[in-house]
C-alpha cells in the first residue's frame, strides 16, 4: 500500500503564486510514477501533470502548460506542484496519484493511489 498526504492548498489571487506538495510512504517511492489530477465542483477529475520515476520525463495538460511544474525529490519522498500565474479557473481540489512503474499517464486509471485531495481557490 501507499499512502498520499498533499499540503501547500490555500487561497490565493489570480496572478499569484502557490506550490502544493505530495508525501508519499508505504512503499519506495523511487518507484512510483507520480501525478496531480484535478477537480472542480460539479466537474470530473481531469489531469494536471505527470513524472517519471527518476524525473526525467513529464506530461501536462494544455491547460496548465507553461504555468505549473511538476517535480519530485525522491530522497524526501515527496512530488511537488509549482502553479504560476494562478487563475480563477484554476480553483479545484487537487490530488496526488501515484502507480507502480513506468509510465506518464493522464487518465485517472492509469494510477493505482490517491491521497484526499487539497483545496486551492484562485480569487479574480
Known amino acids: 500500500q501507499v499512502q498520499l498526504v498533499e499540503s501547500g492548498g490555500g487561497l490565493v489571487q489570480a496572478g499569484d503564486s502557490l506550490r502544493v506538495s505530495c508525501l508519499a510512504s508505504?512503499?519506495?517511492?523511487?518507484?512510483?510514477?507520480m501525478a496531480w489530477f484535478r477537480q472542480a465542483p460539479g466537474k470530473e477529475r481531469e489531469f494536471v501533470a505527470a513524472?517519471?520515476?527518476?524525473?526525467?520525463?513529464?506530461d501536462y495538460a494544455d491547460s496548465v502548460k507553461g504555468r505549473f511544474t511538476i517535480s519530485r525529490d525522491n530522497a524526501k519522498n515527496t512530488v511537488y506542484l509549482q502553479m504560476n500565474s494562478l487563475k480563477p479557473e484554476d480553483t479545484a481540489l487537487y490530488y496526488c496519484?501515484?502507480?507502480?512503474?513506468?509510465?506518464?499517464?493522464?487518465?485517472?486509471?492509469?494510477?493505482?493511489?490517491w491521497g484526499q485531495g487539497i483545496q486551492v481557490t484562485v480569487s479574480s
Open positions: 496519484a501515484a502507480a507502480a512503474g513506468i509510465r506518464l499517464g493522464g487518465h485517472t486509471y492509469d494510477y493505482n493511489y
Open positions: 508505504g512503499r519506495t517511492f523511487s518507484r512510483l510514477s
Open positions: 513524472i517519471t520515476l527518476s524525473g526525467g520525463s513529464t
